[in-house]
């Protein structure tokens, strides 16, 4: 660090302390070149830094070109000391280089490296990643594995030896927090942390960093030929590496170690990034737990714990946390006392975090983690100008429309897709990703002529801003798949309802993310487990059921996602009787939607446990008292309904249907409550009623007893139950009622309903049998599973929404047939149909 | 003064004042402890915390800890005490309040026995001041004729007052607290006079931050405390310690039949109850929904000592699932209806799946169903 020598500053990457120290020691220099630690294909793009759009946080992302999964990022913030060197520089027209060893080459030994330890497990990709940034400061921490051990974390050693737990801790008291002070010599920190460092690399040598010596060498060249050129050369780079700058070495030494490195070709631009992905919680490498902090510290003028305060009231009272300049006050005393009572220089964030939950927050961590995540990590976006050369994501965009011959167009127009065929399974796919990132270009529509699941219809149309959005994705990742991955992650975590993330979750079987789906598994688990509304629950249901049996289609592995439906299946069960409860006639309309939701999508799942319980879960909940004037009860539309769903699925017989259609009419009931029974027992088709009398009787004779003042309240929920019967039936039912009490039930199998012969006519019905089978497909060999609605044989007129089973339902095939199976009940039946005629 | 016979006789009282017992490593703190005192403090802040979190002194005494937690928590509330601000701790019951609130007067002051216990009953007098009828009719009033109370003493004296369970004080009575925080002084109307607070007075207060039908205090009062809440057991295992201790105690205190304590049941009444209170399982995986009831680790002490009784006295003297399922029960469902599926979807969804949880599941389904 002499004078003829070029001037080593050893910084910690995004330290404040270290920014303010390089700018005081670069006033004092003012050297001719500053030569900064960074890949030197950078220097191109370096003037960008100057551009007035330019934003920190940002970073420069290299990326091979080849590949553009392969990248590595050098973020830099506001207070990074390479972002103050790199502006000092260019504000007064000094060149900037940069010197670390090429990313071409850093590349290509990590693949190398990734390959020799294949079996390893390394994840190599990120290895390149975090040899990127430097990891000197802070390095061995993100690499837990086999290479932990003998990386050596320079900081922690140093604090270790002053006697301090927390290597943060010790960083912050020893440089962050000193006060520079006034007319001193600029450069007197850097000799202290260089001879510091000094000390250390003799003991620990190039302390597990495989690539330092070849990277501290490339620096050393770089630096030679800088000092042939300029009279005064400053360099910024890690304290790490200063030892080695520093020692003498010969060039020829250097450059041997230098050849014959590997190469690849990268290209390398500016990216914004944000300071949360500055943050360790994001796990990115830049590895720094408070970058809102430090940007505090770096910009505030003075009093930086006062200034604190006041941003942390002030963002409390925009949360309407009642805050007073008193509690700032007090905030402030307290750090600072604390600070002395740990015998630390000045209050850190532990002191100032303390005193804010003790002071603002009455102890509680939970508006302590708004502040921690608002300030202490912070939302700062950086921005980039848009002459940066263009992201890696828009390269990878480009290379996949041409390979799948689908070029960007102004012009609307309709794409047709055949799923089964390789290219469009993938022009489907980068539709659906791109749409989960944003850019709209395609949208999907219905399709003309089929319905099948393995066509797609989408109309496509390329906006010129839609290369904006491409760029602004470009943080996302570096190509279309994986910047999907990113979003999708992301806005799982961001969404603001379950309904919403269990649609992300179909979305992401779409574009075919599998690397997505296990985090929104995980946010859909988790808030499942907390949703204590059982409507937004039975809402999320059906999405994932089908997510699990599309799943099943295209062969994803869908355990998890299937584990995750069952749990919703549980939730819903064990949530819905209490939600039940008292609701008025809206509120229990709404909750009829989710039951019939919960209940078709229960009935896809392919667990008979789920199954059964569900069942005496709607058993328990037909069987409930109505509600009355004291007790909130289930309302009868609820109660109809369970009892519908249960006959429909065979778990309830028709006695006992009858039992509880006799129990909803009992002259107790009020008439209101009772008709909403019959909406919610007779809703999506009321062949029931032409196919039992005994049902129809109940229903007619208690509608004849419905007291006059009460029939006007009545009638228009009787009308909604049977306008939406189909007008066949309601014909059917008609005739049946004007009939009237005409056929005294006899006793034995011989009461028939009328156009029914007493007993059926089998040639006639074995007549219909081919074309039944030709209906349903029995001798084809077809799939019957392929539809939902036609697979389960018991769903006979049940669904709503009318599926193939409710059309067959009003054929008049089936109900002939059906009438031969109940002739079983037929016996019973008749007994209980004599009061009908007596009533009348 | 009437506390003055306990303190000297301290050597026969059946539970000695934090002072007393600890008297040993106070004066030894006191000998080696070389920084600044805040004025009447027997002891710096430093001294304090090392007082309670434990260490050893240059000259080979050992402080044993008095509290086993984040040493923040202590350096907090000690730092507040110093700063002239009035110290609240919250916490469930059995997290060390009133442990720590009498540990930190006993450190500071030297004297941890000026306490006001809040009740519902708590009378204004038991703060501020009252009066010696007697004297109040013979001569008038007077200062002979003023009773002070505890927090009197210590405003005239310098020293920490205590107020165990603020919130139970009704609301009225808590607020005469708001002038003596405030002011630092006690006004006297019926003499037109007052008592001033000299320096080294404060006030810790402890609350029980989860516990219904208590008076919350008013943001009036709230704001002149700095509020430190005091956690529960950080592991599994140090709650399952507490737990097995102080039934233990429990059981020998109330003469219950020997019955070899369970470890597994404790073990998992334990893990019950604190994955439903942090509302995510053991392992992180999994989230459940937390019940309305505080589930504290002395509610848990409770249900096992339950279960011990009832296995000792109906069972077959092991304690078996079925003993502490509907102490469980009890715990948990403190409403009927939301509380009741809190519980049943974590039978559901997290006791079911559980290797060699079934005996307890199906106890607990069982407990359940007959509700």
Known sequence: MSGDDAALLGIRHHGPGSARAVRAALEQLKPDVVLVEGPPEADAVVELAADEQMRPPVALLAHAVDDTSKAAFWPVAEFSPEWVAIRHALERSVPVRFIDLPAAHTFALAAAEEHERESGGDAGGEAAGAEGEGAEGEGGQEHEDGTADVRVDPIGVLAETAGYDDAERWWEDAVEHRVADE??????????????????????????????????????????????????????????????????????????????????????????????????????????????????????????????????????????????????????????????????????????????????????????????????????????????????????????????????????????????????????????????????????????????????????????????????????????????????????????????????????????????????????????????????????????????????????????????????????????????????????REMRRHLDAAHQATGLLEDQPIKDQWAAMLTGLANREGGGDSSPGVSGLLRGRAARLLLDDNRLDTDEAARLMGLAFSPGTAPAEAAAWIEGFLAGGGMLLVHDERLLGLVDAWLTGVPPEAFNDVLPLLRRTFSEFESGVRRTVGELVRRGDAPAPAVGAGAAPSGFAAVPDAARADAVLPVLRLLLGLDTGADPGRDPGGATGGDIGGGPGGDIGDDLDDDPGPPHLRGRSQQAHRPEQSETHVPEGERR | MTTTGTVNGSNEALRPHAEDAFAEELKALAAADDRPRPTRWNLSPWAVATYLLGGALPDGTVITPKYVGPRRIIEVAVTTLATDRALLLLGVPGTAKTWVSEHLAAAVSGDSTLLVQGTAGTPEEAIRYGWNYAQLLAHGPSRDALVPSPVMRAMSEGRIARVEELTRIPADVQDSFITILSEKTLPIPELGEETQAVRGFNVIATANDRDRGVNDLSSALRRRFNTVVLPLPATVEEEVDIVSRRVDQIGRSLELPEVPAGADEIRRVVTVFRELRDGVTGDGRTKVKSPSGTLSTAEAISVVTNGLALAAHFGDGVLRPGDVASGILGAVVRDPAADKVVWQEYLETVVRERDGWKDFYRACRETTAGR
Not at chain 1, 445 to 470: C, D, Q
Not at chain 1, 543 to 565: F, K, M
Request: hydrophobic share 45%; aromatic share 4%.
């Open chain 1, 183 to 588: 007319g001193g010599d600029a450069l007197a920190p850097f000799t202290a942390l260089a001879d510091a460092m000094g000390a250390l690399r003799e003991r620990y040598g190039d302390g597990g960093h495989r690539n330092d010596p070849l990277r501290e060498a490339h620096m050393r060249l770089r630096i030679r030929e800088a000092k042939r050129e300029f009279e005064r050369v400053a360099v910024v780079c890690g304290a790490w590496h200063v030892p080695a700058l520093a020692r003498r070495t010969t060039v020829t030494a250097d450059r041997q170690m230098l050849k014959g490195l590997p190469r690849t070709k990268v290209e390398i631009t500016w990216v914004p990034w944000t300071h949360r992905r500055l943050g360790m919680q994001s796990g990115y490498g830049a590895g720094i737990a408070s970058p809102g902090w430090y940007h505090h510290l770096f910009t505030a003028p003075d009093r930086p714990v006062a200034r604190w305060m006041t941003k942390v009231a002030g963002l409390l009272r925009e949360e309407d946390h009642p805050v007073s300049s008193a509690h700032v006050i007090e905030s402030v005393r307290l750090a600072e006392t604390l600070a002395v009572m740990r015998g630390r220089p000045l209050a850190g964030l532990t002191e100032a975090t303390d005193a804010v939950r003790s002071v603002m927050c009455d102890g509680s961590d939970v508006p302590l983690a708004l502040v921690r995540d608002r300030l202490v990590v912070g939302d700062d976006l950086g921005e980039v100008p848009d002459s940066a050369p263009a992201v890696p994501l828009q390269r990878d965009l480009a290379r996949t429309q041409r390979a799948l011959r689908l070029k960007p167009e102004a012009l609307e127009r309709d794409l047709d897709l055949d799923l089964r065929k390789e290219t469009d399974a993938a022009r489907s796919r980068l539709l659906h990703r791109l749409r989960l990132l944003g850019i709209d270009w395609g949208e999907q529509t219905r399709g003309r002529n089929s319905t099948g699941t393995f066509r797609e219809t989408w109309r496509l149309r390329w906006e010129p801003e839609l290369a904006v959005r491409v760029a602004e994705a470009g943080v996302w990742g570096t190509t279309v798949a994986s910047a999907a991955t990113a979003k999708a992650q992301d806005r799982a975590v961001e969404a603001p309802t379950l309904a919403e993330v269990t649609a992300l979750a179909e979305r992401c079987l779409l574009a075919e993310l599998p690397d997505a789906l296990p985090a929104v598994m995980r946010v859909l688990a988790d808030r499942a487990a907390l949703d204590a509304d059982v409507g937004h629950l039975a809402q999320a249901l059906p999405a994932l059921v089908r997510s699990v049996r599309y799943g099943d289609v295209r062969g994803t592995d869908s355990v998890a996602l299937r584990e995750v439906a069952e749990g919703l299946a549980v939730r819903v069960r064990v949530g819905l009787p209490p939600a039940c409860l008292g609701l008025d006639a809206d509120g229990a």
